[in-house]
């Protein structure tokens, strides 16, 4: 699939700056949800760009690299695990992707947003369901927040080993549910999404 014919039609029709927003994050028990927003330089070729999901982590780290060397603009924000439990994760993940537009060195024409809500983002913007995989723009931002927040994640394994975030960046593994039961939540776990776990917290 050619990765560049939505950026193509929106170039087309004079939006010189087309930006791609992702998030990560969004369905973990722990941490934040991140969001990366990437413009990148119209049909620059970089290898193996893909939706984050079907590629390696040793693909991901590689090509973080080469997206943040080759990006005309790029951003990575998030919002915290207390942000989440306020706003709830969509309003959250909103916020993030907002953070992340509003840091950009250059203010993109459209951001394209993965997915088939935008109801949140304050900035003009088209929705792209499967953009990950059809967006060259959406993909790069895909890679950047995952590998930002599995990066982050990895951090966190250190200060609460015992929930071996490392190895589940906060998804609900079988892992984490047993760790969750022994130890019960950590300073970083979504309340929120907790509560609706009962049989976690027995």
């Not at 413009?39 to 590629?55: A, F, G, M, Q, T």
């Not at 992340?100 to 993965?114: F, G, H, N, R, T």
Request: hydrophobic share 40%; glycine share 6%.
């Amino acid at each position: 699939m050619d990765l560049w014919n939505i950026e193509r039609e929106l170039v087309a029709q004079g939006n010189v700056a087309v930006c791609g927003v992702d998030e990560a994050g969004r369905g973990t028990l722990a941490g934040p949800v991140y969001a990366a927003a990437v413009i990148l330089p119209y049909k620059v070729v970089i290898p193996k760009l893909n939706d984050s999901k079907r590629l390696s982590e040793k693909w991901r780290n590689e090509l973080y690299d080469e997206i943040v060397f080759r990006a005309e603009a790029y951003s990575i924000s998030y919002a915290n695990h207390k942000e989440i439990d306020e706003l709830n994760i969509l309003n959250a993940t909103f916020l993030a992707m907002n953070r992340a537009i509003e840091a950009l060195d250059v203010k993109p024409c459209i951001s394209l947003i993965d997915g088939n809500l935008n109801s949140g983002i304050e900035h003009t913007s088209k929705c792209v369901i499967g953009g990950d995989g059809k967006s060259a723009s959406i993909a790069a931002a895909s890679i950047l927040a995952k590998v930002a927040r599995d990066r982050y994640m990895s951090e966190m394994a250190k200060k609460h080993p015992e929930y071996a975030f490392e190895r589940n960046k906060g998804y609900g593994t079988k892992l984490h549910f047993e760790r969750l039961r022994d130890f019960g939540p950590s300073a970083i776990h979504r309340r929120t999404f907790l509560k609706r776990l009962k049989t976690v917290m027995n």
